[in-house]
């Protein structure tokens, strides 16, 4: 008996130091997968809309949404992930300057949930390059951000980039030493 396997064929070429990431036509069905088999310096592209959540950043990658959306979950502090490591974020398919009314790449959604995601290590520095990060918690007892920090030296750089929340604020920063730069963005 002969078994063969059909492995999808990713809808864009791959760069080298490029790993991709959807359910279907991804070399990795999970970003957590990808974070895993990366190496210092790559990048992780989406070729379909994910969601997932509670996942740890703790290498230096870029997070290229490559016009699809990454969703976070809608239950108890189910953010998209925690920060341990150098990370830019991009959606390299936004040609246009960012709005306040752009769709969201990144958007969370969860209840009692610290936000978007956390930075869980001191000097760590997040870039955000022509992309939309929102938080849609609602609940008025927390923090309902794009991103929150505690205790932590956090250095972030916006360009043409929307953060944003319904609630709470688009960066909460407890106890924190914060560095922003931004160029073209609204937060």
Known sequence: ???????????TPVESGTLTVG???GQYKTIAEAVA????GDTIKLVENITEVNITIAKAVTIDTNGFVWTGGTGSKQNCATIKADVTFKNS???????ADATPDIVANSSKNN?????GLSKVTV????IAIKSTNAYTNNQGCAFYAN???????????HLSSTH???LVMYKCALTLTAEDSIF
């Open 23 to 25: 359910a279907t036509l």
């Open 115 to 119: 936000g978007v995601f956390v930075v």
């Open 127 to 130: 870039t955000c390059e022509n």
């Open 1 to 11: 008996t002969t078994t063969t396997t059909t492995v999808p064929t990713p809808s």
């Open 37 to 40: 088999a990366a190496n210092e």
């Open 168 to 170: 709470f604020g688009s």
């Open 151 to 161: 205790d932590k030296t956090f250095e972030m750089v916006l360009k043409n980039s």
């Open 93 to 99: 398919q936004r040609t246009t300057p960012i709005t």
